[in-house]
């Protein structure tokens, strides 16, 4: 008996507490601020940037995935710092190469050079799902039925390594995913390719070059 009443009282106590701030009823205004973030990497410690081969571990027939990157990456560097930015067909033939701090000693001869590369795996395939029509005020009361529509989807995993030519060290290393539907079904993997890596750069830039970043703010009043 004495829990029943317990129990009633706290319910009580909890709806009134829920009805006082419900009737108060919050303003609140919401804001987007800039926010500086710092660079992960001194870029400017290094004479080059150097671009080497990526590990590509799987890309679309008839496409150049590892010289795709690199274009992109040498041209939107070079706008952006003074360094230079070259390639270098230096061959990674494997993951572990990545980590192996005497390979990337013995390629520099004693240049303070960052070297740039990674791995990236870059898949399209045909997706198929049943698309139904919205029913209509007035139309007709039977349901329409479902069509089977076909979507290009496109993913890429890219993961990017930047090395220190005097120490072989790993001095960044992080994964970008992206992922594309398109309904043209004719949609080409370099059109798509070009839509994901725009999606890759300015989180990959942020962490290299430091800039602004955009994040929501509630203020109450």
Sequence with gaps: MLKTIKSKYLLFLLSLILGTFACKGYNYVKLRLELPTKATV???KYSEIRLVNFLIKHQPKGMDLNKEIRDYLQFELSKQIEQKVTQEDLLVKAEETLKDKD???NQ???QKILFLTGTAEYKEEVRKALLRREKRQFEEPFSST????????????LEVYLIDSTTGEIVFHRQFKENQFYQNKNQTAYFAFFDLIQKVKPKLFRRLLGGQRIQERYLIR
Aim: zero cysteines; hydrophobic letters at 45%; aromatic letters at 20%.
């Design 108 to 110: 520099a001869s004693g």
């Design 42 to 44: 001194q870029l400017d």
């Design 103 to 105: 390979f990337w000693k």
């Design 146 to 157: 479902p069509k089977l529509a076909q979507r290009k989807f496109y993913s890429l995993i």
